[in-house]
């Protein structure tokens, strides 16, 4: 499968732990992007990232939230000191062509 | 601002029969318009888009879209419901050319029933 991956598909944490979520984007794609999805919502854009740079960020993103794009590849998205609120699905996405992202399966976080 | 509106949550469609999912936008300047598809532990699905030209749009599996500037809306559509068509369905729209987000609407569920 040559799609976006996303790893853990699922994570459950107690309140205050810190969590890591990885994104492995399609090889040629050099833009990536995050978004949260929580129940009966669409996805709401946190970061975007055009190769290791990264560009945006969206007010959503608070302090506790990390985004890296080391070697331009794989993306990492840490959550410190998790909340509650913190409940939802962690989307990657990624694009050749600005404007049609391709996105992975989703890591789903419960903080409780 | 920009924003997207999903009036219906659910559409329930009888197989065999057209089917539309409406969508409505608000966007200051030329609107860059999507749709996704989401399908039960899978990934969102690129359906298709609407940048420019004509305002009806052709897109995977048998999907279209009709762009209305009047109207403000971008409705999808197909001729022909499968019952492998039911899922949740996103609209979204790009605030600028070039610009790295996507606002999405709540989605709206479409059941087809054989």
């Known amino acids: 499968d040559t799609g976006v991956s996303q790893d853990p598909r699922h994570k459950i944490t107690k309140r205050g732990q810190n969590v890591t979520f990885r994104c492995d984007p399609i090889s040629e794609h050099n833009r990536l992007y995050w978004y949260r999805q929580t129940l009966g919502q669409g996805p709401e854009f946190l970061t975007y990232f055009q190769n290791e740079a990264q560009l945006e960020k969206s007010r959503l993103l608070s302090d506790r939230f990390s985004a890296e794009r080391p070697k331009g590849s794989f993306s990492t998205l840490e959550i410190q000191r998790t909340e509650q609120g913190d409940s939802a699905m962690y989307l990657c996405?990624?694009?050749?062509?600005?404007?049609?992202?391709?996105f992975g399966p989703g890591t789903r976080l419960t903080v409780t | 601002a920009q924003s997207v509106a999903q009036p219906e949550d659910q559409v329930n469609v009888a197989e065999g029969n057209p089917l539309t999912v409406k969508c409505t936008y608000s966007?200051?300047?030329?609107?860059?318009l999507f749709w996704y598809v989401q399908y039960p532990n899978r990934g969102l699905q690129f359906l298709l888009k609407?940048?420019?030209?004509?305002?009806l749009v052709k897109g995977s599996y048998g999907f279209e879209a009709e762009f209305n500037k009047s109207q403000t809306s971008f409705h999808l559509k197909k001729p022909s419901a499968l019952v492998s068509d039911s899922a949740l369905y996103f609209c979204a729209v790009s605030p600028r050319a070039g610009a790295n987000n996507l606002f999405f609407g709540t989605g709206t569920r479409l059941t087809v029933i054989p």
């Open positions: 609407y940048i420019t030209g004509d305002n």
């Open positions: 996405a990624s694009s050749l062509i600005v404007n049609e992202q391709y």
């Open positions: 966007v200051s300047g030329n609107p860059y």
